[in-house]
């Protein structure tokens, strides 16, 4: 009896070595600052920073592939840091850790490697604080964001209109209002004092640039109720008090900004009393 003999086809596999290593990659040192890097579980709470570095220390410029791994419980801004390392150079780039709401203070790491060097970076999980200001770190809610700024910009903690740039918010709609901002509360919370910080630096203060009309306004079961309304705003800073009450959203309603451009907040604060 003939057998047939099946003719399998094996398909070519190239094999490329699993990671192109640069031969100087053994003499690059990793760092990181700071150590241990530090998280607030809240969803607008500044990120825990990281400097990253690479540092050539070989006698020839190499090109180095950093990786960048964490504990599934964080949530990194980057996988990976490529660049070109001159000799005896510190590179560095930053690298954001964040967590989301309700996760248990605990340490986990953040693991770094270029070829065989290996650096593991503790990352500390914090206890959400006690905040006065209510909004501090909770989910900021905007109308639109521009691609510049940051929608968690206006509840992050820094009021400071000179770092506008790195810590303020405004809309993406310029010369079209009104905009809103403001945060969903994951239970309701009660506020009788709202603070505005618009812009106003050297260089911009708010009567050229500050948020100039606008109306305050608190959410209980779906229903918005405006408790003020500010017209012809020049200063930088306002308090706005009310009878305390028990909200599930506070949102500012702009309707116009001294320049008529963009709504510009630099942090927006609420209080119990
Ligand atoms: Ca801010």
Redesign the pocket.
Same mark, same amino acid.
Request: net charge negative; proline share 0%.
């Given at each position: 009896m003939l057998r047939r003999i099946a003719l399998v086809a094996v398909p070519l596999t190239l094999v490329v070595p699993a990671v192109a290593v640069a031969s100087g990659n053994n003499q690059v040192e990793i760092s990181a600052t700071p150590q241990p890097v530090e998280v607030v579980p809240l969803p607008c709470f500044p990120a825990g920073k990281l400097t990253l570095g690479m540092t050539n220390t070989g006698r020839k410029p190499t090109i180095a592939d950093l990786r960048v791994a964490g504990d599934v419980a964080l949530t990194l801004s980057r996988h990976q840091f490529s660049s070109y390392l001159p000799v005896d150079q510190l590179v560095k780039a930053p690298l954001e850790v964040t967590v989301p709401r309700g996760t248990a203070p605990a340490t986990y790491s953040v693991d770094l490697t270029v070829g065989k060097q290996h650096l593991q970076v503790p990352v500390v999980i914090k206890p959400v604080p006690a905040r006065d200001n209510v909004l501090l770190g909770e989910q900021a809610v905007a109308s639109s964001t521009n691609g510049n700024m940051r929608l968690c =910009? =206006? @509840?992050?903690?820094?009021?400071a209109s000179e770092q506008w740039g790195a810590?303020?918010w405004h809309d993406n709609t310029k010369g079209v209002f009104p905009d809103t901002y403001g945060v969903d509360f994951v239970q309701p919370t009660t506020i009788g004092r709202v603070v505005l910080q618009t812009l106003d630096s050297t260089k911009y203060p708010a009567a050229v640039m500050g948020v100039r009309d606008f109306d305050v306004q608190l959410r209980n079961n779906d229903v918005w109720t405006t408790v003020e309304e500010v017209r012809g705003n020049t200063t930088g800073r306002l308090v706005i008090t009310f009878e305390p009450r028990a909200v599930d959203a506070v949102q500012l309603v702009i309707h116009d900004s001294n320049d008529h451009g963009y709504s510009r907040i @630099?942090?927006l604060e609420a209080y119990a009393n």
């Open positions: =910009g =206006g @509840v992050d903690g820094n009021a810590s303020g @630099v942090e």
